[in-house]
């Protein structure tokens, strides 16, 4: 589903086809091998191999589960994308490989810009406090301590979390884990918005507020922005 378009650019460039292109996936496809439990392990009983895993002993060949298969589609520059589907049809699956955390078997995956993951409980240290954390996805992204510092006073303004930002975050609720991941995300400013049903937790005044920056974001800068879920508000 493709929404909004960013607006028409009054000026002609060789590289601006190249450009609006920010993901072009073809024919992408994620498998594993199908596994069962080892039935001779699990029946004994003072044994510690029982969680030992073993191929599928019925298949002739490789048996495989796929979580993605043949996927193909373009993104331009400035596209709201909403991708919809059931528990276990790949979403998540599919935002992972997005974000370059994961990587697929085969096919070609383009993508043209810097992208961030925003869902609950991704990228975040539980061990950490709320600062530490802004501070930290600073530091591994090479950002200098003046940039960190502006970036931590966007997150402080945006999240609201008050006295919660100098706790560890495993004290935290999964609505405050979702204003902090997002606050971050946010303030990073990347090309590419992947939004892994991170909106679903929390309050809707918040929502409401992450939904107004991003759009702004889409109509000034041309940010591109994925919505993944398994319903419709």
Known sequence: VFLSPYPYYNFKSAFWPVLQ??????RLTLSSPLLRPDLGELAKPDTKKWTRL?????CTSNLLIYALKGVTFKVKKGDVVGILGTNGSGKSTLSLLLSGISEINSGVMKINGEQSLIAINTGLNNQL????NINVKGALMGLKKKRIQEITNDVIDFAELGDFLYQPVKKYSSGMKSRLGFSISLALNPDIFIVDEALSVGDKGFAK??????????DQEGKTIFFISHSLP
Do not use: A, F
Request: aromatic share 0%; hydrophobic share 35%; proline share 8%.
């Open 21 to 26: 292109k920010m993901i072009e996936i073809n």
């Open 54 to 58: 073993s191929p599928c002993p019925i």
């Open 129 to 132: 406090t709320g600062l530490e």
């Open 209 to 218: 507020k992450c939904m107004k920056r991003m759009m702004k974001l889409r």
